[in-house]
């Protein structure tokens, strides 16, 4: 049997190859370092995201919760005032139809500042001396006082008969002068206080002539 030598013997890859698979090898092992990496930074951004949208939702939960308590607060005054404004409009008219006489002496009060505004306007100071009388001790004014004072609940609606006497006495004063430029600016204020007194009282929609 004949037998064969190799002088040269080869291994049955060459080393060529070797290295050329381990090559490969490490570049796959790299790849998936790679790629792991990858999915773990995809994976953190996501969390990241998804707890910053939860803390939002959450702030915005707050926040809303908090504008809705203040909103409900501000309905509660809202809805008390309206009970309050209503209530004393109530007592208020009750008093006005249970005080027929004094509400008399308001619409006595209109027509009379209608006369004497008409007088003062053609200079015509005796007819709207005759109307007033000659001090604001007058038996009408007296009257008008105590229906004002009847129907008068806040401060400022004291304050504006305060400014119509007030007004109204300087009329009768200048009047009595014979002051035309006196009693026409004397008369504008006293049937402005008395007209505003009306407006806060809401005996506006009482009085004919207003």
Avoid: H
Avoid at 30 to 43: A, P, T, W
Avoid at 114 to 122: F, L, M, N, R
Avoid at 181 to 205: C, D, M, P, Y
């Amino acid at each position: 049997m004949a037998t064969v030598c190799l002088s040269n013997p080869k291994p049955f890859l060459p080393s060529s190859s070797f290295s050329t698979r381990k090559q490969i090898i490490l570049c796959k092992a790299e790849n998936n370092v790679c790629n792991f990496s990858s999915m773990i930074s995809k994976r953190s951004l996501s969390i990241s995201l998804a707890s910053s949208l939860l803390l939002s939702l959450t702030g915005n939960g707050t926040f809303n919760a908090n504008a809705a308590i203040l909103e409900a607060d501000e309905d509660d005054e809202l809805m008390e005032k309206v009970k309050k404004d209503r209530k004393k409009r109530l007592e208020r008219q009750g008093i006005v139809n249970s005080s027929s006489k004094e509400k008399g002496y308001l619409q006595d009060l209109v027509y009379k500042l209608s006369k004497v505004g008409q007088a003062i306007e053609k200079n015509d100071l005796s007819a709207a001396s005759s109307v007033l009388g000659q001090n604001t001790d007058a038996d009408w004014l007296q009257k008008v006082n105590s229906a004002l004072n009847k129907f008068s609940g806040s401060d400022e609606e004291k304050s504006e008969i305060d400014s119509f006497n007030s007004s109204l006495s300087s009329l009768v004063s200048s009047v009595t002068k014979n002051d035309i430029e006196g009693s026409k600016t004397a008369f504008v204020a006293s049937a402005s206080a008395f007209e505003k007194w009306t407006t806060l009282t809401g005996l506006i929609e009482e009085l004919k002539g207003l």
